[in-house]
């Protein structure tokens, strides 16, 4: 499989997987950012890409910086589809700290992991028909978040 990229500006970089067995590839900023304390804004990554088809393109955090700074990627994952060609790639970071970040260019600022897509075909059913599709031995509506214990 192959997705191919590129080079919007002479600051970009075209991302490479670290280890024989990394899920992502990290993603580098192009250009120069101060971003404020508490501030959401875009680093642009001097890139455009061509995923393989069914797939999209994932934009995550990158540990170590979650871990040692305030900074964020806004919207985890972000979602770069298939047919974002020739647009491009931009990370959306959030300062959570109280002052100013600065993002210089060549800073690995978040990864990208590609994956595979599934559509659906998302149809309208009335609750008698959605009470005998969801028959298990979980369909009470009275569930949800924690429903099934915490074991922290």
């Known amino acids: 499989m192959k997705t191919y990229f590129l080079k919007l500006n002479d600051n970009a970089v075209i991302p490479e997987y670290q280890t024989e067995k990394s899920s992502g590839f990290d993603l580098v900023a192009a250009e120069r950012v101060l971003i404020p304390g508490g501030e959401t804004m875009v680093v642009k990554t001097g890139l455009s890409i061509i995923l393989p088809e069914n797939t999209e393109l994932q934009i995550r955090p990158r540990s170590g910086l979650s871990l040692k700074g305030p900074l964020r990627i806004a919207n985890a994952p972000g979602t770069i589809d298939e047919d974002y060609v020739g647009k491009e790639i931009g990370i959306i970071c959030w300062n959570t700290g109280r002052l100013s970040l600065r ?35 979980r369909t009470s509506r009275n569930g949800g978040f924690g429903s099934t214990g915490n074991n922290v």
């Open 103 to 137: 993002i210089e260019v060549g800073d690995r600022i978040a990864q990208g992991v590609v994956c595979p897509v599934i559509r659906t075909e998302n149809l309208e059913v009335d609750e008698t028909t959605y009470n005998k599709l969801a028959e298990s031995k």
